[in-house]
């Protein structure tokens, strides 16, 4: 009897001691759970609960009951979008398990307040990539041999014995620059503002100056062959103040903004030259995510809107400065140059794969030697022109812990049987970080390129050739399931992308997770340029990706706040496009879908609402018309007429008047005629009654502002 009631007691023991170490799991420091960024734009308070077997039936933050969803097939690992600081965390498990954590600390590191507007992320992304013919024509299957267009699932199957290290939560508690390093645009009295008139002030207190003042006869511009050209003046005695206009809207030799040569001529003396710039305003920088998530030690990409770069022309990138360094760039030989020739007596490039940036179009990649100033936190560049005021841009980098469980895992097993099969498709379908050339006008393509323009001459194929030789370090993404690489014929395609499917397997690798599926996903995602977002099924408002990207990093960096995609898409200044595309593929399992046609990207979307919300970015032309006068003059108290050029031109909300950059009046609808089937509209009477250098700025309803300059006369 003893000996039983002893076994007995063992077994009591042990079963207790077995009890303890269960409960032990469940303490509030075992679960896993971290805030992850995907794509740099949407940020997730991410819990892994893989450990216990169960799924998550509930989840708790402060005690409230949230909603939350799956990253996995099994519901394990879920996901919250940002929505603010939290201190305690609470999920309930299928099987009745109840585990607790304070988080307090993770959301210390993500210091950010939450904006006010529920937090959604976006429903679908598209964007362009190259991709081999065959690839594109290749449809997924379903296992009764149907094709797949829509994907039915955004989560993936996981598993999670196959777990590597995973990252560090994204902490954003580095140490930051206060200022920006770089130089900082000084006022000169040789830069002018671009379509506005040069002013030249003269102390006529000053012997010498009030001389040249009163001896000047003409000023003239002078080309690069020497050849001079006259520009339309006036001289104006402001008291002790001379002042010396050079007409801009009279003088069509300077009427391009970068630099000029001027030539002052005087009766008596000497003939003085000068070099004066006329500046737009700046371009805006734009990040774009052309290359995934911002990574240090990766070349990084940017759009500069606003910024038009001519080849014929000489108003370029005077120098670009990253963190206080400038960035060195090399002449490139030109077509007749020998190079072994020019190198042994200066320090040129042979092509402009060489440089640390290049500029094609609106878009500038830093490259090569460029990207060693780049570094984990906050980073700033400043870009100098001649023809535009200074570019800044303050973003951050992760650090470059992404992707790295890829490196050498970049051949999916084939599942293909037959050789022939096989041989066809070794050939491995590869999206290349694309340049984009955009707003290309009519004119340069005619008569640079040809009639025909970009096919004709090969245009693309040279940018695709600068695009792979210059991918500053990024690894070239594949998708597929062919193992081998190769070259052949390539299509541009339009690939959508159910932005969960991304954000879980984004979630999934800095877990450490190994999913093979995921990686493919990853691959085309970072090997296709993002142009588009859309959400909740409307195919008409289309957001513009870029702008929602420098909107989240924006926000962050200077006022520490997260704005979800539903912050921006509600936003009265959320930027639209009317770009819509004939032909797209969603991207499944390392395979494309069936090709859907027009903008029907959703499942259950109305073919009929693929027209576009009217974008905001269109321009209107608006001018001055000078009737009776010339110098976009005319008197006061008369009525200021224009042209407005553009063709379908959106209503007209409200005109500013502005003298003298102080603000004047704003003009509404009992202020002005339109006569819009003329193109013609007029400030009414009486309404203009000083002198002086005016601005009009036009208000469109669906449209960017139009800015007009023009003179009033006594």
Known sequence: MKKVISILVMIAILVASSFSIDVSAYNRDILDAKIITVADTVSYLVVDASRYNSKISSMFLDGKRVDYTFVDSLGRIAKKEYDGAHSSLKIILQNGKIVERDVSEIYKSFPYQASNIKAVSPDVVIGQATMAVWDYHSVAKDKNGNELVYPDKTTFDVDYNKKQESILQDSYLEEEILENPNPIEIPSSKVFDYKKNAVFEYDLKNDIQKSKFDKLKKIVKIYNNKQEANLKITKIRNGNKGLVKILYNASRPIQSN???????????????????????????????????????????????????YLFQQDTGVQAIYLNGYRLTRKRVVNPDENYSEVVKHEDVAENESENSWHIVGETLRIKNDGIKYLKKGINYITIQYDGFHDSNLKFRLNSNNGRSSLKNDMKPHSTYESPKIVALNSRKMRLSNIVKINKVPNFITKNIFGVNGLKRNGFIKKVDTVSAATSG??????????????????????????????????????????VESAKKMLDAWEGTSKEIALMNGNTRKRVVWDRYLTYVQNNKVNNKIYKSFSDYYNDSNVKLTQNGYYVVKYFFDGKLGAPIYAMKIFQNSNEGNSEPIPSNNKKIDVRFRSEGYSDMQMNVNEEAKFDILTFNTPDIVSVDIIKDDKYVLSVDKNGYKYYKSLGMLSINQGMIKESGDYTAVFHFDGASDAIVYFTVAD
């Open 258 to 308: 970068g630099k000029h040569i001027i030539k002052y001529y005087y009766d008596g003396i000497g003939a003085e030259v000068d070099t004066i710039f006329y500046k737009d305003k700046s371009p805006e920088i734009l990040l774009t995510a052309d290359s995934g998530e911002y990574v240090t030690g990766k070349s990084i990409i940017f759009n500069l809107k606003g910024f038009s």
């Open 473 to 514: 370090g990024s690894s070239v993404p594949s998708v597929g399931d062919e193992s081998s690489s190769g070259g052949g014929v390539n299509i541009g395609s339009k690939l959508a992308f159910k932005f969960d499917a991304v954000a879980n397997a984004a979630i999934l690798e800095k877990l450490g997770y190994d």
